[in-house]
């Protein structure tokens, strides 16, 4: 089962790479990884994607993740009331014959065009990953030449920050 967890870092550098590295270490598979800065300048908010068979493995993950001293917090939100997002970039070949076809298509997903040349369209995607995987789908008619995601970014829904829960 994929698990979603929220860890707040100190702002410092090399910490990416320690979390990632021991997750990796322990043979557990990061399905995505998204790094980014906060409200507060000194602090960094890392959202992974794991892949975990059972409570216990995920239990391994966060007690090995706690014990390094730029952790700050983890916070796991599967299962919570939160709302989960990424963005994708998607290059596909647009012939001009295709283009209205494009256009309703990015329409219907409410993507937006960003690039435009005589060949090719660059389409900006947010949602959930199913979405996503849907547009992608329905793109691969057309000739997708290239997609750019970011992985997963969640956040709990209601009036408290990740550092409060």
């Known amino acids: 089962m994929k698990h979603t967890l929220a860890v707040l870092v100190e ?7 320690h979390i990632s590295g021991l997750i990796s270490r ?10 980014g800065y906060t409200e507060e ?19 391994q993950v966060v007690n090995q993740l706690s014990k390094l001293i730029d952790v ?8 919570q009331d939160s709302v989960h ?4 970039l998607i ?22 065009i960003v690039d435009v040349n005589k060949e090719t369209m660059i389409i900006e995607l947010t949602g959930e990953e199913m979405k996503i995987d849907a ?12 997609i750019v995601r970011t992985g997963k970014v969640a956040m709990c829904r209601g009036p408290k920050a990740a550092k409060e829960v």
């Open 11 to 17: 702002n410092k550098p090399g910490v990416l790479t």
């Open 26 to 35: 322990r043979a557990f598979n990061i399905e995505s990884i998204a790094a």
């Open 41 to 59: 300048p000194d602090m960094t908010r890392i959202t992974i994607v794991v892949e975990a068979d059972d409570k216990y493995e995920l239990e």
């Open 72 to 79: 700050i917090k983890i916070i796991d939100l599967t299962g």
């Open 85 to 88: 997002r990424e963005l994708a």
């Open 91 to 112: 290059k596909v070949k647009a012939i001009p014959e295709n283009r209205t076809e494009l256009i309703g298509i990015v329409e219907i997903f409410r993507a937006h």
């Open 135 to 146: 547009m992608c789908e329905l793109l691969k008619d057309y000739g997708i030449i290239e």
